[in-house]
């Protein structure tokens, strides 16, 4: 008798606790960045919400994400106050911090800025001059190798229009931005020929990535996978990605 209570309690135990797990898929809570047109806006839109948003649709998945600036973002994932952040970029500095799916969001390219009338004198980014003064934005992945280049001072920034700003100011000799986001900023601010993309920094691929904190978060990934690939299967992954200017690549 004791044996069959103890199984039946031992039954009820796992139900409850596919249940539990069961409910915690159906809605994933994410941060989003606020900074990083046209993929992640301030008004919570952009191309990687779509993608995200229709991607877990499919799969009976529910988005609730919340923008903040990107490091807090970060920071956020980390420490499992939320499931998952936005446009991670998979390299050294962030494999051992997030969990990750099989497929990218997408891949983007990043390069090298400078003002037009204060040229940098480089023909790549090994060859810059010495203490060339570098902007970036605080919290961003820059490929594996920007630690390595001789000759640089990193000035890290809050956003893109400082960013941009500092370089109409002579303040930085240079500016490092993914190359879609460069030209929304840029052209936003009407400074098209002042700036100009030099060389190319490196090609990143951009994740929503899970944190470690979440037990579900391999599950998560799976789900979005699944999805991304009924995206692609049905055409609305290609559309989404041309509405930003961007050719579907992953």
């Known amino acids: 008798m004791l044996h069959t209570r103890l199984t039946l309690l031992f ?16 809605t994933v809570k994410l941060a989003a960045e606020d900074n990083w047109a046209p993929f992640a806006k301030a008004s919570g839109t952009g191309v990687s919400h779509s993608l995200i948003n229709q991607a877990f649709s499919t799969v009976g998945v529910e988005v609730d994400s ?28 962030t494999e051992s911090e997030f969990i990750f799916g099989k497929q990218p969001l997408f891949s983007a390219t990043a390069s090298f800025y400078h003002k037009v009338s204060t040229p940098v004198k480089a023909k790549d980014k090994w060859q810059l001059p010495p203490n060339t003064k570098v902007g970036i934005i605080r919290g961003y992945e820059y490929g594996d190798e920007l630690k390595q280049l001789p000759n640089i001072r990193l000035i890290t920034l809050s956003n893109h229009n400082q960013l941009i700003n500092l370089l109409l100011l002579d303040r930085i000799d240079v500016a490092i931005m993914y190359d879609l986001v460069a030209k929304q900023y840029i052209s936003q601010m009407g400074v098209s020929q002042e700036i100009e993309q030099i ?16 037990p579900h978060a391999s599950k998560l990934a799976e789900l979005l996978d699944r999805g991304l690939t009924t995206l692609k299967d049905d055409g609305s992954y290609q559309e989404i990605m041309a509405s930003a200017g961007s050719p579907a690549r992953n």
């Open 199 to 214: 060389f190319t920094n490196h090609t990143g691929q951009v994740y929503l990535a899970f944190s470690k904190l979440n």
């Open 11 to 26: 039954i009820t135990s796992l139900l409850c606790s596919f249940a539990t797990a069961d409910e915690s898929l159906k």
């Open 66 to 93: 919340i923008v903040v600036p990107y490091s807090r973002a970060v920071v956020m994932a980390k420490e499992g106050l939320v499931d998952g952040v936005f446009n991670l970029v998979k390299e050294q500095s």
